[in-house]
């Protein structure tokens, strides 16, 4: 199956929406399905107000056309609700396309953290954007609970997996830290409750790897805590797998795919009981949930870095991979890409 997946989240970006579709292409080859990206490589762009270092695609009509019509695709995805989400979902109701789409990002609390534009605004706006797709397929069976309380519909499943064998316990770095060292990963940005975490009287050390809007404001803030900017590959495997305790502060991830990540570095997790880790912690003993958050890093200081390891090699990417295909496979066939209207110049943007 041809796939087309459009995204505003792309690389050099380093989140889980961009870990997780590079995951999913990676996987699906391995499953016969031929995934493209159409991403803001190639289209002017804008950085947010306040998110300089973070920017938007501006994506014209004609080229968003001439880029699905040279892809031919078989099914169109759509990952984000940015300016590509929205000019791909044009194009695919002119021509009476369907498309799945999928919910990943909480935007209207972002927006509302830090605009103040009323959260029910966001939602409003989302349920029209996804209202139109065959299928918004969501990660967790509380976020498909609560989007449907909101008023989205046709929801459907699409898990996470975890690439174990870069994230693992192997070769930890070498952190000159007085443990327990408590750790976090991913943006700096008030989004991410890192205050939360930063705030609590931890024994040992914390650590935050990432990098943001919020980083000078944090460092000035919390001088006892070690704020170690971006890694990626391998040195962020080895980074995560340096921590006793992996904490997840965020009260707006939808999932948190860093959670897997850590486990599979055999780190238990410390979270709120919040949509994400309710889902993927729950009651395994591999993580705390507390809405005391110290009292859980506590709790989970102690857990089994072996349990950790083993729960985060049964969730694969070719698993993930599997039931996404499985989804758009059972699209309409009759409204499924024609490929007579193939442009006969030029090539999609490819990730």
């Not at 870990?19 to 031929?34: M, Q």
């Not at 795919?257 to 729950?282: K, M, N, R, W, Y």
């Amino acid at each position: 199956m041809r796939i087309l997946i459009a995204t505003d989240a792309w690389h050099p970006q380093v989140n889980g929406v961009v870990r997780t579709l590079t995951s999913l292409s990676r996987a699906a080859a391995k499953l016969g399905g031929e995934i493209e990206f159409l991403t803001p490589d190639g289209f002017p762009s804008m950085a947010l107000p306040t998110y300089q270092s973070l920017r938007v695609a501006l994506p014209n009509r004609g080229e968003i056309a001439r880029r699905i019509e040279a892809a031919a695709p078989e099914a169109i995805h759509i990952a984000t609700e940015g300016p590509i989400g929205w000019a791909v979902r044009g194009y695919c109701r002119r021509n009476k396309l369907a498309f799945t789409t999928s919910y990943t990002t909480r935007f209207p609390e972002y927006v509302s953290v830090r605009t103040g534009i009323p959260a029910s605004v966001g939602y409003a706006v989302l349920r029209y954007f996804h209202g139109a797709a065959a299928m918004t397929m969501v990660a967790t069976p509380s976020l498909r609970q609560e989007l449907s309380e909101r008023g989205f519909n046709k929801l459907g499943f699409w898990t996470r997996g975890v690439d174990t064998e870069l994230f693992n316990p192997n070769d930890p770095a070498k952190l000159d830290l007085p443990r327990p060292i408590f750790m976090t990963v991913g943006r700096v940005a008030v989004e991410k409750n890192l205050e939360a975490f930063l705030s609590l009287d931890l024994p040992g050390s914390k650590v935050v790897i990432g990098d943001g809007p919020q980083k000078a404001e944090l460092e000035r803030r919390f001088p006892t805590a070690h704020l170690l900017g971006e890694k990626t590959g391998k040195d962020l495997s080895s980074h995560m797998a340096a921590a006793d305790v992996f904490v997840f502060p965020s009260l707006t991830d939808t999932f948190g795919v860093v959670q897997l990540e850590s486990l599979a570095c055999g780190v238990p997790v410390a979270a709120f009981p919040v949509t994400g880790p309710l889902d993927v912690i729950a009651d395994h003993p591999i993580g705390a949930l507390d809405r005391d958050l110290r009292s859980a890093c506590l709790r989970a200081l102690p857990m089994s870095r072996q349990t950790c390891r083993a729960f985060a090699l049964e969730r694969s990417w070719e698993n993930s991979a599997r039931q996404f295909i499985g989804n758009l496979s059972r699209l309409q066939p009759s409204r499924l890409w024609r490929p007579s209207r193939v442009a006969t110049s030029g090539s999609p943007v490819r990730g």
